[in-house]
């Protein structure tokens, strides 16, 4: 173990509680195991982690935060993309592997999500010549979170959003069969529709869609 490390270890070790582990493993059907700190307490601890050791080096983050994510506990997932989040405040071309690692090992929802608006979000912001060609090749590949995450990256860009790139994406996957898909349809839609509802209700009478993407989409219209 990163010697960074030991102490955040034994620090979530100390706070473990097995009764919130057991519900919240059952939340996310089994597919991790919990020290059972809720998010509330782990931000503290955290907080009280970096006050004391700071954040890692950049040149040791990569590291750092690929060890956390191959660590059995969820809340240390959390804590490595908060880490990288702190960390790359200006990515390098480069550091779209360890994202792509991020969304492609331990693949779920809750880390997903996070991945793509926060993280993904503001390397395509500093990088828009390898947008293109990255949703490109994610669209075409066979892994659905990277495809939730081509939908997802531009969740937050507001008046920034390339609409062409959104809609064409989404109709590349309106047909997927997946609930993640399909959900996080209607969600980007229904985001951007709080900034330009008439191109959002344009969109939606030019496509068909499920109709999980179109209730979502659709709320706020």
């Not at 059952?26 to 509330?40: L, P």
């Not at 047909?175 to 993640?180: G, I, L």
């Not at 009478?205 to 706020?220: C, D, F, G, H, M």
């Amino acid at each position: 173990m990163h010697p960074y490390l030991t102490p955040l270890r034994q620090s979530f070790d100390a706070h473990r509680n097995s009764t919130n582990a057991v519900a919240m493993k059952a939340y996310m059907k089994g597919r991790y195991e919990y020290f059972g700190i809720k998010a509330t307490d782990r931000r503290q601890l955290m907080r009280d982690f970096l006050s004391r050791y700071g954040l890692p080096e950049r040149t040791e983050a990569n590291a750092i935060i690929r060890e956390l994510w191959s660590m059995p506990e969820r809340e240390l997932h959390y804590v490595a993309q908060e880490i990288a989040e702190k960390v790359y405040k200006k990515y390098e071309p480069g550091d779209l592997a360890l994202l792509k690692y991020l969304a492609t090992h331990n693949s779920w929802w809750d880390t997903v999500d996070f991945i793509a608006s926060h993280l993904m979000g503001k390397f395509f912001k500093q990088h828009p010549h390898l947008t293109h060609k990255t949703c490109e090749q994610w669209l075409a590949s066979d892994n659905m979170w990277l495809q939730r995450c081509v939908l997802l990256f531009q969740l937050k860009y507001k008046r920034d959003t390339d609409t062409a790139l959104l809609f064409d994406a989404i109709r590349q996957l309106k047909d997927h069969p997946d609930f993640f898909i399909r959900k996080a349809i209607g969600w980007v839609l229904r985001e951007y529709s709080k900034t330009d509802a008439a191109a959002v209700e344009d969109f939606l009478t030019q496509i068909k869609l499920s109709n999980l993407s179109v209730r979502e989409a659709s709320k706020y219209l």
